[in-house]
């Protein structure tokens, strides 16, 4: 199983640093080899099931049943590895502000010597995969209650004075009983520290400077992933990201008329809601 991740600025620039990553993740059954990287590589010993890999971490399901997150390694720039460990201690916090709240995955340990997390499995995998495996089966009531839920979430996190930063489909999650949970925090600015992370265009308000984080940037993205809850699609999906940025920035927004919850999405989008009052709303319409 093999990655590859090309570094297009920062220590790539540097001398003796690799002009490409590639991460080589070796499942348990190929523990015994002899692997000799080259240049450039980075091996990873994988416990148990791989999952998934983005740009901070590595998830595994391992036989207990339970999601292990572990950081990114890095040996070629060490200050990259300590932002990914970073990353996962401010996930951690998080978890343990949240922890037991039915609207985010349980968090089972965390080792702070690793800075891996251990975490309850979610068996139906991002709301983004899973409406895209089952578009045409879900009900009206189904939608409204995501929406709801989704409400819930990002409430919660305002309430604790936490903001995501990167709200989209693919960091909310569907349990057995079709609920939803919000998860990923590694990017996430808690007690009004930066966060380190944005959203893709579609979900990103467009006034958005740096990581400089405002409660109002995750309603603009609470409202791209409710447009995607309600249409199963992307904002403006089959456009150019650059496009999208320009129609945005222009208060041009994707057609919701014909949805019954169009308004408070375009209010969303308009920064003219918050969290509570998005929650009371579905509460109310579902």
Not at 6 to 21: I, R, W
Not at 135 to 163: F, K, Y
Not at 232 to 260: A, I
Request: proline share 7%.
């Amino acid at each position: 199983m093999e990655k590859e991740r090309t570094m297009e600025n920062g220590p790539s620039q540097a001398p003796g640093y690799p002009e490409a990553l590639h991460y080589r993740f070796i499942p348990p059954s190929l523990e015994g080899l002899n692997f000799v990287p080259n240049f450039g590589d980075i091996v990873f010993h994988v416990k148990g099931q791989f999952l998934a890999w983005g740009g901070t971490a590595v998830l595994e399901r391992m036989p207990s049943g339970n999601v292990v997150k572990t950081p990114l390694p890095n040996p070629y720039f060490q200050r990259e590895h300590e932002r990914h460990r970073k990353s996962m201690h401010i996930e951690a916090i998080i978890y343990e502000i949240l922890q037991d709240h039915p609207r985010v995955p349980k968090l089972i340990n965390w080792d702070p010597t690793t800075c891996c997390l251990t975490m309850e499995y979610v068996e139906n995998g991002s709301l983004a995969d899973f409406i895209g495996r089952n578009h045409q089966s879900i009900t009206d009531a189904m939608r409204s209650n995501w929406a709801r839920q989704a409400a819930e979430g990002v409430q919660l996190l305002h309430n604790h004075n936490i903001i995501h930063s990167d709200l989209s489909p693919h960091n909310f999650l569907v349990d057995s009983n079709l609920d939803l949970k919000v998860s990923d925090f590694a990017g996430s600015s808690v007690f009004g520290a930066p966060g380190s992370a944005l959203p893709g265009t579609r979900y990103c308000d467009p006034h958005v400077e740096g990581y400089v984080l405002r409660f109002s940037d995750d309603i603009f993205s609470l409202g791209s992933v409710i447009y995607f809850i309600m249409t199963g699609k992307h904002p403006y999906q089959d456009l150019p990201s650059d496009n999208v940025k320009y129609l945005f920035r222009r208060s041009q927004f994707p057609e919701v008329g014909h949805l019954s919850c169009g308004s408070i999405i375009r209010r969303c989008w308009l920064l003219e809601v918050d969290a509570t009052e998005l929650y009371e709303y579905f509460s109310r319409h579902g």
